[in-house]
């Protein structure tokens, strides 16, 4: 690796921070390529460019200043990858990969063809295709393109909720009845060497549809841990891809483990690798990038990941309450992701709660759970 590797980040938000903040061991000159000109990443990157990562041009000549390109978030020009891949840029995950992946549809059908289990699935054109498929229910839809953080979901039982159902390409996907929701990261680099974070397991909130907590290790049978690393493993062996790969799974009622979707980028699943493992999810993505051995990825500490949201009713500049007595309980963390406005369910950070045992984690996260409140 030489001196100073200039890597542009496509996306400004907490994921490209922590990212930056494990690159500064590397000595990394970082780009930020970001549409909002508060972003977290903006004032922590080396240049910040204001501007959309949606944007063909835009993109380009972004990425034609970086020696390697990566995203925080799928929903980028994938054409422009393309482009800049052709003209000698290294680009991860390549663009084939994110153009699959931001693709629900193409995703699944991805799955399918590389025998990875995944639950049964129909492609609709619109909303009008329902009505084919009642017998299909019930299930969930899920727009095809721009669905992030619980948004572009909707459970459909019957036909009573047709009235809810998105007009927009689509996939309809097989309600599952699953005891469990699960989380493997998994990291490629250029070598081929892979190495899997241990399983984790996913609370969901019950509004907002998106990750409220999770428990590492996961309480979930030896065998059918080995069985949901492979399956990661497949998975990003399969795309081919560099770089770090989350994949959520359902751990059904029956012992089957099934992918529900996959993301090419660290990952909410990942947030508590900061301080519970030897390697963090950040620091992984980038040795996969740079071509550096992968680091470990063996727990040092049981932990829970608390997601800070911003409080129901709350509008404007954030303020932080109790973060004293949260940081008075032992093994507790706190990560704000420099947001300066909250708005009600938005990620304004997380929590980690360290325990020797996973009981002593949670204990110690039940304490504080209901402390930390982010208002405006």
């Given at each position: ?48 460019f204001v501007g959309s ?226 390697t963090s999810q950040y ?94």
């Amino acid at each position: 690796m030489k001196g100073e590797v200039k890597l542009g980040i496509l996306g400004g938000g907490q994921l490209g921070r922590m990212l930056m903040q494990a690159g500064l061991d590397f000595n990394i000159y970082t780009l930020v390529l970001d549409p909002d000109e508060n972003a977290p990443c903006k004032d922590i990157c080396n240049e910040f460019f204001v501007g959309s990562f949606r944007d063909f041009d835009t993109v380009y000549e972004f990425g034609k200043q970086c020696d390697i390109l990566t995203i925080e978030i799928e929903h980028v020009n994938a054409n422009a990858l393309e482009k800049l891949e052709q003209e000698g840029v290294k680009v991860y995950p390549d663009a084939k990969t994110v153009r699959t992946i931001q693709d629900k549809g193409l995703q699944k059908e991805f799955f399918s063809k590389h025998n990875i289990p995944t639950s049964d699935f129909k492609i609709l054109a619109d909303k009008t295709e329902l009505e084919q498929n009642i017998d299909f229910l019930p299930a969930f839809q899920k727009l095809r393109r721009e669905g992030y953080d619980g948004r572009g979901v909707t459970r459909l039982t019957s036909e009573a909720d047709f009235g809810k159902a998105f007009e927009e390409p689509s996939v309809l996907e097989k309600l599952v009845d699953f005891e469990k929701e699960i989380s493997v990261i998994v990291a490629r680099n250029a070598n081929g060497e892979v190495t899997a974070f241990p399983v984790v397991e996913l609370s969901f909130h019950p509004e907002h549809n998106l990750v409220d907590s999770l428990f590492a290790p996961a309480n979930v049978a030896y065998k059918l841990q080995r069985h949901a690393i492979e399956i990661a493993t497949r998975v990003i062996e399969a795309f081919d891809m560099v770089g770090i790969l989350a994949v959520e799974m359902f751990l059904t009622k029956d012992g089957l483990i099934l992918v529900n979707e996959v993301a090419p980028r660290p990952h909410n699943s990942g947030h508590h690798t900061i301080k519970a493992n030897y390697t963090s999810q950040y620091e992984q993505h980038l040795r996969a990038i740079l071509s550096l051995p992968l680091g470990s990825t063996e727990i040092q500490s049981a932990a829970v990941m608390l997601n800070l949201l911003g409080e129901p009713g709350f509008d404007g500049e954030a303020k932080y309450e109790g973060l004293q007595e949260a940081l008075a309980v032992p093994g507790v963390y706190i990560h704000l992701y420099g947001k300066k406005y909250t708005r009600p369910a938005r990620k304004m950070g997380h929590i980690t709660v360290l325990g020797q045992t996973i009981e002593e984690a949670q204990q110690r996260a039940e304490q504080i759970k209901n402390v930390i409140k982010v208002k405006a």
